[in-house]
């Protein structure tokens, strides 16, 4: 019973220093959370500062968080200012490069403009071997149809070398399209083996020529049809205008430039497109025939002024093929059904 007091007072001494220590490490925690919030508080008057505690916390959170999110949407307009930059950039390329694809019509030889003279009529039925005609140098553009039944071969026939020198046609049963090939000046006629009526129409389409005589006739004072200042044979007081056409021409008295896309179906002849070097094509072929694509030179004399593209049996699904071509060229497909080109 001695001890018991002393027991006591040590029990309620000890309890008492717990209850300090629990209260020194409340008050620590609280003072280390304000002096962390407080710098990111605007600084305030000391009639103004708040009272430590749990006010002074969630004052201090919400501070904080507004920092946050201030920066994160400083971060995310800048992102969004970049993206639209970037979207206007790439807009002005494309509108600086002229990137977007003119789309290619097939030309209309029987309407196009030659080099000299007009386009060339022949006609027959069955086997035939033409008179000769006198052609020039460059690209020959033909035109044929047949009604028929059985194979049709059109050969033009060098007169000069007194042989046979490109196969134009080579089909079966009624047919219509277009082909080109280039040669050199001479006489030539058109062997035809067919068992129906046939009709060719061939032309020498000088695009370049057409737009150097325009040019030079404009500087002249010359219009389309004549003498600048002699209307038949009247004198005028100034140069003759003539805003007109020659009633023969078509695209074949424009050149455009690369990029450029065309579709069709069947044989044609498209163009003519001036490239500035090398030219990625794109092919699409949905038929189930032979598929070829030419370039020729428009000014082509011979097979090395040209570059085979595509010769493929059967479909084609995207492919891709880069040829060496630069100058004017003219755009010959030859085949049976639906097809699509890209170039550039």
Not at 25 to 34: E, H, N, P, Q, R
Not at 182 to 189: E, F, R, T
């Amino acid at each position: 019973m001695a001890y018991r007091p002393t027991t006591d007072r040590f029990a309620r001494a000890v309890r008492r220093s717990a209850a300090a220590v629990v209260v020194l490490v409340a008050l620590v925690a609280v003072s280390g959370l304000a002096l962390t919030a407080v710098p990111a508080a605007p600084a305030a008057s000391p009639a103004a500062q708040p009272t430590v505690g749990a006010s002074s916390d969630v004052s201090a959170a919400h501070a904080a968080t507004d920092l946050v999110d201030a920066e994160a949407a400083d971060h995310l307009g800048v992102v969004a200012g970049a993206q639209d930059d970037d979207a206007t950039t790439d807009s002005a390329n494309e509108s600086a490069n002229g990137s977007t694809p003119t789309e290619l019509s097939p030309i209309d030889p029987a309407n196009a403009t030659g080099a000299d003279d007009a386009p060339i009529e022949l006609h027959g039925e069955g086997q035939t071997v033409t008179d000769p005609v006198a052609l020039d140098d460059g690209l020959l553009v033909v035109s044929y149809a047949h009604d028929g039944d059985s194979n049709v071969q059109m050969w033009l026939w060098n007169e000069s070398s007194d042989e046979r020198e490109t196969l134009l046609v080579n089909e079966i049963g009624t047919i219509e399209g277009a082909t080109a090939a280039p040669i050199s000046a001479g006489n030539y006629s058109l062997e035809v083996v067919a068992d129906g009526n046939w009709n060719v129409t061939l032309v020498q389409p000088n695009a370049t020529a057409v737009l150097e005589a325009r040019a030079n006739a404009t500087a002249n004072g010359t219009g389309a049809s004549g003498t600048a200042n002699e209307t038949n044979g009247t004198e005028s007081d100034g140069p003759e205008t003539n805003d007109t056409e020659p009633t023969n021409a078509t695209n074949a008295t424009s050149v455009t430039d690369a990029p450029a896309i065309a579709s069709g179906n069947g044989s044609a002849v498209l163009g003519p497109v001036r490239f500035e070097d090398s030219v990625i094509v794109t092919g699409n072929y949905t038929g189930e025939s032979n598929f070829q694509v030419w370039l020729w030179a428009e000014n082509g004399t011979s097979q090395l002024d040209g570059a085979l593209v595509f010769n493929e049996l059967g479909q084609v699904d995207g492919a891709e093929r880069r040829v060496s071509q630069s100058g004017v060229s003219w755009i010959v497909v030859d085949t049976v059904g639906e097809w699509e080109l890209q170039f550039g």
